[in-house]
């Protein structure tokens, strides 16, 4: 069953654990990539942080093509962590709302489509405004974007039964 009985009554989602949700599904998501990229991809750790920064600092922080991205900075790495903690939170708190009246495996289910979903956005249509996206368009990221909604649906149903069983204590 889709909905969850016991939750159905609930009209608004626990908004404090879509936020750690968000921040839970947020941390597996870059640790996926950090390791993923340098072992199936041949690729540098720090390229998929280097993509985030440039969202807000530009193409300046990209490597030259061909060349392997170096360990950001210090501003390079806040900025990065800055935008994907904020879209991680912003992008669990929706799949929140969608998922909080179903059931556990049916929110998973959500969840892992909400990621795959967020990757043919982010890749295909933020593409448009960041170009330096569509490098990244391969079999890493769709697992890594799937498993971070998976995450998220997890963490968000896990911690909201927990406030749910401490509010009838």
Known sequence: MILDAPNAARVTPDWRAAVLAGLVSGAVFLALEIVMVPVFLDGSPWGPLRMMAAIVLGQGVLPAPGQMPAPPDAGVLMAALTVHTGLSI????????????????????????????????????????????????????????????????????????????????
């Open 90 to 169: 912003l992008y669990a708190v929706i799949l929140s709302a969608l998922v909080s009246r179903m059931s556990v495996s049916g929110a998973l289910i959500a969840g892992t489509a909400f990621g795959v979903l967020l990757y043919i956005v982010n890749f295909y249509g933020f593409s448009a405004v960041f170009p330096w996206f569509a490098m990244a368009r391969n079999w890493v990221s769709i697992v890594a974007h799937a498993v971070f909604g998976l995450a998220a649906a997890w963490a968000y149903r896990s911690l909201a039964r927990a406030s749910i069983a401490e509010a009838r204590l």
